[in-house]
Structure formats: C-alpha cells, structure tokens
C-alpha cells in the first residue's frame, strides 16, 4: 500500500484544519486526539509523509522517536501520570484508520481503567 497524502493529519500539518496543537517543530507536531483514551491523550504526527511505520524512512523514525520520548516525559508530568501507554497501528488489521504516519502517548494512572 502506498501514502496517500490526502489525509487528515495532512491538513491538520498545513493548518487547513483546526487542532489543538501541543508541540511543533520541524519534524513533527503534537496534537490531543480527538477521541480521548484517556484524558492527555496525544497524537505525535511527523511531518514527513509516510502511510505508517512499515514505510517510513530510517531518518525520519530515527528523529520522530526523540520527540516522542520528550513528548511523552512531558504528557506524564502535565497529567500527573504513573506511565505512559506507546501505540501506534500499522493497517487496517491492525486498528488503523488514519493513513500517516503517527504515534499515540496515552497518560495511564495506577487503579485507573481506560477505554479501550
Ligand atoms: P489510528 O486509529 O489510526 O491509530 O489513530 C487515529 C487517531 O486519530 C484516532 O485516535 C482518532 O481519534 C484521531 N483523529 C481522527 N481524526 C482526527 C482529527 O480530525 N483531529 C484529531 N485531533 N484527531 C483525529
């Protein structure tokens, strides 16, 4: 399967469409998911178009998981979180449904459920 740049987080990148923005810089933005796992749940978006992990290119990972891992420090202390949940779905089969590229940070606290 090949990228399709005509995708949400397209837009969302170019400011044709409205987000709530936490972080940006070269690489990637940051932006809260629209449908909250948990409360603090964000998206980590590189800017670099690829259809997911399978296709993306080496430097382009290698960059976007620093800033996942700043991200992510950042979301546990903002949240006041005991962990951090890392997903990320490659496919249809996989849980997929948006088609770039992107990384969930989902805040977990101890005796707490989440919606899965
Ligand atoms: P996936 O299911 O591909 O792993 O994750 C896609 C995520 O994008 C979902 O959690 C979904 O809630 C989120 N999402 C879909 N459309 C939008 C949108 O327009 N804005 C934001 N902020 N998140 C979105």
């Keep these: 399967m090949s990228y399709d740049p005509d995708n949400i987080f397209t837009k969302i990148i170019a ?11 070269n690489v990637c933005i940051s932006i809260m998911d629209i449908m909250p ?19 993306a290119d080496a ?8 800033r ?3 991200i992510g420090n950042a ?12 997903r990320q779905a ?10 770039h590229l992107h990384f969930h940070l989902i805040p977990c606290h101890k005796n707490v459920s989440r919606r899965d």
């Design 75 to 86: 979301v546990k202390k903002a949240m006041n979180a005991d962990g951090i949940l890392l």
């Design 59 to 66: 430097d382009t990972l290698a960059d976007v998981i620093k």
């Design 37 to 55: 796992e948990a409360p603090g749940h964000v998206l980590v978006v590189p800017k670099q178009g690829s259809r997911n992990l399978l296709d």
């Design 68 to 70: 996942v891992q700043k």
């Design 15 to 25: 400011g044709e469409i409205p987000s709530h923005k936490v972080y940006e810089d």
């Design 90 to 99: 490659n496919e249809e089969a996989a849980g997929q449904t948006v088609y």
